[in-house]
């Protein structure tokens, strides 16, 4: 089956780094996906992997090791606006699936 | 318009109503998503219609019926509902061949009540 853990919730501080680890384990792995929702709001894409490596794009960055079926999201200068659910998500080829997490609540205080 | 949009907002009905639930893209989009989002449940895909075929349906109790009659309209209909089918439905859509990874565009969700 197919199946995504990621942590339930983090605090972190204002102007800090925090990193959002997801681990999958998935038939048919084809790339890795994060999202953000805030409260009553839509989840907004925020960046992929598909291939192993790093992605930076401004302050987000993902991280995708497909051997240790590993990925992580890290934000830099963290800012109250980033509170909100991150969602982790795997794609698998073949009906352009997506199979998520429960996602992990972040909460950024003063 | 732009985007995906979703109306109703917000729906309460009763177990023996029947109610659709609408979902419109203005992207341009050849694929379209149905998810159910419940607290403390990881999102479900619900069902998936590329090129206005149905192309996953994932167990889905046959009191939810899709219909997709072009390609930048969704519906949802509802009938005698449960009251654990309470929920935020989720509309989404891409663009893509089968098998590449693509961005989903998510619409705002309808929050459903049953009572």
């Known amino acids: 089956g197919q199946n995504i853990d990621q942590p339930t919730e983090m605090t972190a501080t204002e102007g800090a780094i925090v990193q959002i680890n997801c681990t999958y384990q998935?038939?048919?792995?084809?790339?890795l996906f994060w999202y953000q929702q805030h409260a009553g709001e839509a989840p907004t894409f925020l960046s992929y992997?598909?291939?192993?490596g790093l992605e930076e794009k401004g302050r987000f960055s993902s991280f995708l090791s497909r051997s240790k079926g590993y990925s992580y999201l890290l934000l830099k200068e963290l800012q109250m606006k980033d509170s909100a659910s991150y969602l982790c998500a795997a794609f698998t080829g073949g009906g352009n699936k997506l199979t998520f997490g429960t996602g992990t609540q972040l909460k950024v205080e003063l | 318009e732009t985007g995906v949009t979703q109306t109703p907002r917000h729906l309460v009905m009763g177990m023996t109503n029947k109610k659709s639930l609408k979902c419109e893209q203005h992207?341009?989009?050849?694929?379209m998503y149905w998810y159910k989002q419940s607290a403390k449940k990881p999102l479900e895909l619900m069902f998936v219609y590329s090129l206005e075929e149905r192309v996953e349906n994932n167990s889905v109790p046959s009191r939810f019926s899709p219909e997709c009659p072009n390609s930048s309209h969704l519906f949802l209909h509802l009938h005698t509902l449960q009251p654990e089918d309470s929920a935020l439905y989720l509309c989404?859509?891409?663009?893509?061949?089968?098998?590449?990874?693509?961005?989903?565009?998510f619409g705002p969700g309808t929050r459903l009540t049953v009572t």
């Open positions: 992207l341009g989009h050849n694929a």
């Open positions: 989404a859509s891409s663009q893509g061949g089968q098998g590449a990874p693509v961005e989903q565009y």
């Open positions: 992997n598909v291939l192993d």
């Open positions: 998935t038939s048919g792995f084809n790339g």
